[in-house]
């Protein structure tokens, strides 16, 4: 098992900027890709980053690509997700994830409560 907890979201206006945390625990999470998802009202779940937790690779969206940066801090067992010039089409509640995937929802096993971002214009 992997317990994953989710922090940092909050209201902001476009522009500005979060930073969103993700802490893990449990057996083996570091063998694990940590990926961040976002799902907006009315809308499917969607990829947004992800991180090797053991190399430290990582990929993005294209909506997100220049704006937000993901990292890890393996001292912390904590992922972050560093989003800067936010806009409002970036309102969506956060997910952290844990699973051998790569972009798709589905391959990622284990799954935080999620944190809520709110842009406004």
């Known amino acids: 098992q992997v317990q994953l907890v989710e922090s940092g979201g909050g209201l902001v206006q476009a522009g500005g900027s979060l930073r969103l945390s993700c802490a893990a625990s449990?057996?083996?999470?570091?063998?694990?890709?940590m990926g961040w998802f976002r799902q907006a009202p009315g809308k499917e779940r969607e990829f947004v980053a992800r991180?090797?937790?053991?190399?430290?690779?990582?990929y993005y969206a294209d909506s997100v690509k220049g704006r937000f940066t993901i990292s890890r801090d393996n001292a912390k067992n904590t992922v972050y997700l560093q989003m800067n010039s936010l806009e409002p089409e970036d309102t969506a509640i956060y997910y952290c994830?844990?699973?051998?995937?790569?972009?798709?929802?589905?391959?990622?096993?284990?799954w935080g409560q999620g944190t809520q971002v709110t842009v406004s214009s």
């Open positions: 449990g057996r083996a999470f570091s063998s694990y890709r």
């Open positions: 994830a844990a699973g051998q995937g790569l972009a798709i929802p589905r391959e990622f096993v284990y």
């Open positions: 991180i090797n937790w053991s190399s430290g690779s990582t």
